[in-house]
């Protein structure tokens, strides 16, 4: 594998499939009308973006009428969170709850609207296996809670979150669900009706489209108002010329990711379980977040005294990319806030990589890589000073840190 | 010229130039990685957006540092005033000042300011010819005045506003200036620090780049708050992973553009007074706003008596794209706000159809879509019944209508 390139980062952002990249390039060398428009090639592009709005609805068993695209997955959390408590009929009614493990585009969110526009927020922590705990969920809730946020799957350790349990339990409450799937979608199944969320956040280039597109499944947009304000488009939802060829691109990923589905899902466990065993071959090293409950693509891994940051750039420098806990977050010096949040002392977030593969790695790539990462670990090791060992200690039971 | 496509609506939303396809390409076939990456393709990707934030800049006079990519001109606008107002230090300073000719994601802006933030807002009226009153303007200046928003060219006429003169006016005062370029960048010379502006907004598509990427230049983010929030892209104003393929774009576009800027103009110039002189050819015909301040790609052209929806469906027909008013309005069925405030009537504005060119429109082109027009409105006008012509009336002494 020397001298090739093997991306092991997809959970930041992964290639377009072939497939994708045959359909969005009309779009870029020809077909470039806006869809607003009445003539002939502006409708020909409606058509691509209605087309597209199926698509996507298929990939999540949502219709048509609940999509609504938007500039990416960070502006669809912000448009169902801000939008509902902007927009919410009962100005007294604004509680908010989220978990300790959301990505930093719902979590800023909620911040800015409890400093700028009287939220009150509750943070709901999870258990060292990185799922949110239910019945802290429930107690948390209040009688002025407008919304409750929680992402199906987290993208830092991939462990999927209990979604269609805190929808099941805020049925008939009156309470909003808003479910961010950017990591979810075209990775397992999504059903939003059997989750029994109002909105559900998707983002093209996390299942092989275009950057700078996502999309909101408003799917009871009762009370929400737009944070984009201008023109008409997306029924009034999000003001802007529609992006069509991202929005294509979207549709397009949407249908491969569908048909692709099962296969995936199995190609990706077996090379999941590849990254997963480097826990038992490197000394001190364990894997964060539960065992089964996880996306098939991703290994969140710490390695003890080896700083996550030296590892990735002693990997890159052989042309292996893997992640550090998140990109959102990776200009930033602070420790992962998920692995916090699951028990993880500082020092162990910091020597914790991310490894998020795709349909296009292969098993003989992975293996090299996995060779590669327990090398390179070594290496680091060497000169890093050790220190204690954090995690919840010896005794925990979790799965997270079973193969200590 | 038959059985060709002769796109004349370029306002709306135009091709992209061979160059910036060609550069664009490997950023969709191949080079994928996410701008806030530590490793190898993620830094390229980082690498790849610094150029295009300095070629962005290099358009409209800006630095690098000023510019925050955005996923369109109407988010830029949203930030850019928006953000000001939300943020402000002084909360008693809440009165926003903006023309009536304003794009929608300018006007909406500022009513939802209005309606939910408690903003007050001041419209200031046009001449005859298309241009803000500045001695209106001037006088509608309070002492709690937060932000002034006037558009550099209008969309549907192409009239170019006083932006300097404002920018004069307004220095030393303390009241912010942004300016809506939308239609201006890559058009005209641009230059934000002679308009003495603290924002300039630009969208990609509308000088050659792809949908969905904008950009706000922010020469003095002092009191401004980001309208997304999430992640610290964009140096923390703009949340959201970088559309790499967009921005990469935006930047070749703003190269080329800057380029062929004279050619363009000089061409452009050549084939609007071809449109232009459809107001002598066809009775009862005049063109819209001041003769010689305008886009050298735009005409806007009242044919009373001819219906304009009509007359683009029949010029659709023979494979010809223009406008009808704007794009972003084109699903409703009010008359345009930019007309009625030059002072038409509904029956002018609902006659008035927009030609707005691009480099790649050739005069034969021109001349045989000249033709197609004036014989569009002939058919058209055989089954629309004839009422009484609006406008400002046969005293008035503007340039819009001299052709009368």
Known sequence: MAGQQVYLDHNATGPMHPEVVAAVLPYIQGGFGNPSAPYAIGQENHRAVDRAREQVAGLVGATAGDVV??????????????????????????????????????????????????????VVGVGCDGRVRLDELAAALRPDTLLVTV?????????????????????????????????????????????????????????GGLKGTGALILRDPSGVMPILQGGHQERGWRAGTENVPGIVSMGAAADVARRDLSANMAHGLALRVIFDNLSARI??????????????????????????????????????????????????????????????????????????????????????????????????????????????????????????
Chains 1, 2 share one sequence.
């Open 69 to 122: 695209f938007t500039g990416g997955g960070t502006e669809a959390n912000n448009l169902a969170i801000s939008g509902a408590f902007l927009g919410r009929s009962e100005p007294m009614r604004r509680h908010l709850v989220l978990s300790a493990i959301e990505h930093p585009s719902v979590r800023e969110t909620c911040a800015w609207l409890e400093a700028v526009h009287g939220a009150e927020v509750t």
């Open 151 to 207: 992402m199906h799957a987290n993208n830092e350790t991939g462990v999927l979150q209990p979604v269609a349990e805190i929808g099941q339990l805020l049925r008939d409450r009156g309470v909003r669900f808003h479910v961010d799937g950017v990591q979810a979608a075209g990775r397992i199944p999504v059903d939003v009706a059997a989750i029994g969320c109002q909105s559900y956040s998707l983002s093209a280039h996390k299942f």
């Open 283 to 404: 000394p001190q090293c364990w894997r964060n977040g539960h065992a089964g409950l996880r996306l098939p693509n991703t290994t969140s891994l710490c390695c003890y005294h080896a700083d996550a940051m030296s590892v990735v750039l002693a990997l890159s420098s052989v042309g292996i990319s893997v992640g550090t806990g998140s990109a959102c977050a990776s200009h930033s010096q602070e420790p992962s806030h998920v692995l916090l949040a699951m028990g993880l002392d500082e020092q162990a977030a910091f020597c914790t990589i991310r490894i998020s593969t795709g349909p296009e790695n292969t098993v003989e790539e992975a293996r090299w890589a996995a060779d590669q990462i327990a090398q390179a670990v070594e290496r680091v090791r060497l000169v890093t000073a050790p220190e204690d060992i954090g995690g919840c200690g010896e005794d925990c039971p979790c799965f997270a840190h079973s193969s200590r």
